[in-house]
């Protein structure tokens, strides 16, 4: 499976961004989705996922501001983020695996990494 993260940018506070990220290869083997995120001098975080079936989960400090949602048609799911912070910046990451599970270890597949800057 190859992932291919696109979007990024650099933004104002409160604005919006949407990533991408585009499955090709495997895709029948994928059963979660996700997005990760690292800051300089920071561990990567899980921001949220989203199953095969359509459930999802939102890490608490973008609840309510970041939306993840997929396309099963065009194997591409989708970070909306909305009324974005400064301390949102990051690298974001696209991420995917066999397992129904959101765990770190359970995302076998890795896109490339897409840098969102939001100055103040």
């Known amino acids: 499976v190859q992932l291919q993260a696109s979007g990024g940018g650099l933004v104002q506070a409160g604005g919006s961004l949407r990533l991408s990220c585009a499955a090709s290869g495997s895709i029948f083997s994928i059963n979660i989705m996700g997005w990760y995120r690292q800051a300089p001098g920071k561990e990567r975080e899980l921001v949220a996922s989203i199953t095969s079936g359509g459930r999802t989960n939102t890490a608490d400090s973008v609840k309510g501001r970041f939306t993840i949602s997929r396309d099963g048609a065009k194997n591409t799911w989708y970070l909306q983020m909305n009324s974005l912070k400064p301390e949102d910046t990051a690298v974001y990451y696209c991420?995917?695996?066999?397992?129904?599970?959101?765990?770190?270890?359970?995302?076998?597949?890795w896109g490339q990494g897409t840098l969102v800057t939001v100055s103040s």
């Open positions: 991420a995917s695996g066999p397992s129904f599970s959101s765990r770190f270890s359970d995302y076998t597949y």
